[in-house]
């Protein structure tokens, strides 16, 4: 049997409750790090479903909006329990005589905001552990009531320091800042996850070192060949790379280049070398047949199995994208090899 869903709609700043709506053709995705998109389309033809659309999303007639694209939030519920919040940052109706009034709804989870948001004053670290940068960011980008979307930090320091000044002149956003905090050797991984009931939520920036999950935590769902409904394997050396940095902070995968693979440069001067071969595995599979399956739990390790005679992708992956699509009851799973731990 799908699952459940309820889609209620709140401010952003407050997490004050608007209205609920029941969407068809809902697909929300969560992504360790960056975004995940929200797309959702209403048929609003009761008065009633009018109404509830109207409270979220009002007809801007003049005047700052009580609500609408981006002042709403969507908290997506799934048989009860809290699995995602996006920002709604763009609405488009439509009608087109055959199939009445359309009501098409754009976002993306709360790690967008911090795209939305440049800094406007200089932020000085001077051999600081990296997490506390990122959670000084985060503080600093909040420090004032229309700027607070209530993220709390949280996370266990790295051990890794780093020196960074951001200075306003650069004109470049917290999300960015963070993306490139992040993938600096030795780095770090982030998402941004709401939990709560129904009636009071709190949202949490969530670190890891080196990687979100446990790292020698054993896989808890697994995933064969009775059990997936698709699945592709994507295998490059497009962005891959054996020598990457520049200058003293050249960095080289030596075991490739002992075992015969050319030198393949990546001049970048805040990423560590990766593996040549970027390899990424997506599995489609129905969602109530892994009950394990949550998008708070993006870096946790799965086991796959497929019984294919011409290739088998090993055992080793964990995930790090999960697409719901809610109207079908699947979910799409973003893959990668896992390097540590065990399955």
Not at 7 to 23: A, Q, S, W
Not at 73 to 93: A, K, N, P
Not at 285 to 312: C, I, K, M, N, Y
Request: aromatic share 8%.
């Amino acid at each position: 049997m799908a699952g459940r869903y309820r889609y209620l709609f709140c401010d952003l700043l407050t997490d004050r409750p608007i209205t609920e709506l029941d969407l068809a053709e809902a697909g929300f995705e969560r992504r360790i790090g960056r975004p995940g998109r929200f797309r959702a389309v209403l048929h609003p033809r009761e008065a009633e479903t009018v109404r509830r659309v109207r409270a979220a999303f009002p007809p801007a007639h003049g005047g700052p909006a009580a609500a609408g694209p981006g002042r709403v939030v969507c908290h997506v519920y799934r048989d009860g329990e809290l699995w995602g919040s996006y920002i709604v940052w763009s609405s488009v109706s439509s009608a087109d005589g055959s199939d009445g009034p359309r009501l098409a709804l754009y976002g993306a989870s709360l790690e967008s905001y911090l795209y939305r948001r440049v800094i406007r004053r200089e932020l000085r670290f001077d051999d600081v552990d990296q997490i506390a940068i990122a959670h000084d960011l985060i503080g600093a980008m909040q420090e004032v009531p229309h700027e607070d979307i209530g993220l709390v930090p949280a996370g266990r320091l790295s051990g890794v320091h780093r020196t960074r000044t951001y200075s306003p002149e650069r004109t470049v956003t917290y999300g960015e800042c963070l993306a490139e905090l992040a993938a600096a050797p030795d780095g770090f991984e982030y998402r941004i996850s709401t939990y709560g009931n129904e009636t009071r939520r709190h949202r949490e920036f969530v670190t890891g070192h080196p990687r979100l999950g446990a790292l020698d935590a054993p896989a808890r769902t697994e995933f064969t060949s009775g059990n997936v409904l698709a699945w592709s394997y994507r295998d490059s050396a497009a962005a891959g790379s054996t020598r990457s940095g520049t200058g003293r902070d050249t960095f080289e995968a030596r075991s490739h280049l002992l075992a015969g693979w050319p030198a393949l440069d990546r001049a970048s001067a805040h990423e560590g070398p990766c593996v040549a071969n970027a390899r990424a595995l997506k599995l489609v599979a129905p969602l109530d047949e892994h009950p394990s399956l949550h998008p708070d739990r993006l870096g946790e390790r799965v086991r796959v199995q497929l019984e294919e005679t011409w290739w088998d992708p090993g055992p080793r992956w964990r995930i790090v994208g999960m697409t719901i699509t809610a109207h079908t009851g699947r979910v799409l799973l973003t893959l990668e090899e896992d390097q540590i731990g065990t399955v």
